[in-house]
């Protein structure tokens, strides 16, 4: 999904021809046009330089990868957004190594690990729903979801959203971004995973029938965010722990008793 977005966003910005006698700027319906005409683009790009998470995570925070650099002037905004999740998450876990002898331990430090990366995933879920209010890739992602749907009652609801794509994108940007967060820096970890995986599952019922996805993949990552709740993985390195350690909410308030819940 996330990679028949950046295609679609790049394909259109580079003003590549999608087939002959189409010019740029006529663009084909189908994601299966797409594909025959972006692979060779793809190839020779690989055979240039060959792509690795390490350089992905430099070109994000500096703003150089292909959903930042669309944004033009605007795209600096989503650099300072990664960069305070990132400083952040580390920094919060830094001070829990520091402070919290109990925290030093491996379940605690690769719990963080494998939850910092989820919030990463999530970050860049988030480039291809900007610019506001429609952004190609996350109409192209509704679409789908109408098409290939596993029920008819949730293609119903997918359309209600794709007619409304101008309301529902900004909300579901917030949302992943309060994902991104919540997993980055370890606040409220319970109720995240558990929204989370209900919103994964989302996309499995979704894109079920599409030819082009693995659903297998959206059930890893539903389980993952599963296992983030019932564990409480804010617990480890994260500000779940701090605010446990040093609470700043009365423990019989309800505003303390829906974070307990949700920590």
């Given at each position: 999904?996330?990679?028949?977005?950046?295609?679609?966003?790049?394909?259109?910005?580079q003003g590549i021809e999608l087939m002959p006698g189409r010019i740029a700027g006529q663009i084909a319906l189908s994601?299966?046009?797409?594909?025959?005409?972006?692979?060779?683009?793809?190839?020779?790009?690989?055979?240039?330089?060959?792509?690795?998470?390490?350089?992905?995570?430099?070109?994000?925070?500096?703003?150089?990868?292909?959903?930042?650099?669309?944004?033009?002037?605007?795209?600096?905004?989503?650099?300072?957004?990664?960069?305070?999740?990132?400083?952040?998450?580390?920094?919060?876990?830094?001070?829990?190594?520091?402070?919290?002898?109990?925290?030093?331990?491996?379940?605690?430090?690769?719990?963080?690990?494998?939850?910092?990366?989820?919030?990463?995933?999530?970050?860049?879920?988030?480039?291809?729903?900007?610019?506001?209010?429609?952004?190609?890739?996350?109409?192209?992602?509704?679409?789908?979801?109408?098409?290939?749907?596993?029920?008819?009652?949730?293609?119903?609801?997918?359309?209600?959203?794709?007619?409304?794509?101008?309301?529902?994108?900004?909300?579901?940007?917030?949302?992943?971004?309060?994902?991104?967060?919540?997993?980055?820096?370890?606040?409220?970890?319970?109720?995240?995973?558990?929204?989370?995986?209900?919103?994964?599952?989302?996309?499995?019922?979704?894109?079920?029938?599409?030819?082009?996805?693995?659903?297998?993949?959206?059930?890893?990552?539903?389980?993952?965010?599963?296992?983030?709740?019932?564990?409480?993985?804010?617990?480890?390195?994260?500000?779940?722990?701090?605010?446990?350690?040093?609470?700043?909410?009365p423990a019989g308030s309800p505003v303390g008793q829906i974070y307990a819940l949700a920590s």
């Amino acid at each position: 999904m996330w990679i028949k977005a950046w295609a679609f966003g790049a394909i259109c910005s580079q003003g590549i021809e999608l087939m002959p006698g189409r010019i740029a700027g006529q663009i084909a319906l189908s994601w299966d046009e797409f594909v025959p005409a972006f692979r060779p683009h793809r190839l020779q790009v690989r055979g240039s330089m060959r792509d690795n998470p390490f350089h992905s995570l430099y070109q994000v925070l500096t703003g150089q990868i292909h959903d930042q650099l669309a944004l033009g002037a605007n795209g600096w905004l989503t650099v300072v957004l990664a960069w305070l999740l990132f400083c952040g998450g580390i920094a919060i876990a830094v001070y829990l190594l520091a402070v919290d002898p109990t925290q030093r331990t491996a379940k605690h430090i690769s719990v963080f690990a494998m939850r910092f990366i989820a919030a990463g995933m999530w970050y860049l879920g988030t480039l291809w729903k900007l610019p506001w209010p429609v952004a190609h890739g996350f109409k192209d992602w509704l679409t789908n979801c109408v098409t290939y749907s596993s029920f008819q009652f949730h293609a119903d609801i997918m359309q209600f959203f794709l007619v409304h794509i101008a309301l529902v994108q900004p909300l579901v940007y917030l949302l992943e971004l309060f994902f991104a967060f919540s997993l980055a820096c370890g606040f409220a970890v319970r109720f995240t995973g558990v929204v989370a995986a209900l919103f994964v599952v989302n996309l499995l019922f979704g894109l079920y029938n599409d030819p082009t996805e693995w659903v297998w993949t959206y059930v890893g990552i539903a389980a993952a965010h599963g296992m983030f709740a019932a564990d409480g993985a804010g617990q480890s390195l994260g500000l779940d722990r701090v605010l446990r350690l040093k609470p700043i909410l009365p423990a019989g308030s309800p505003v303390g008793q829906i974070y307990a819940l949700a920590s």
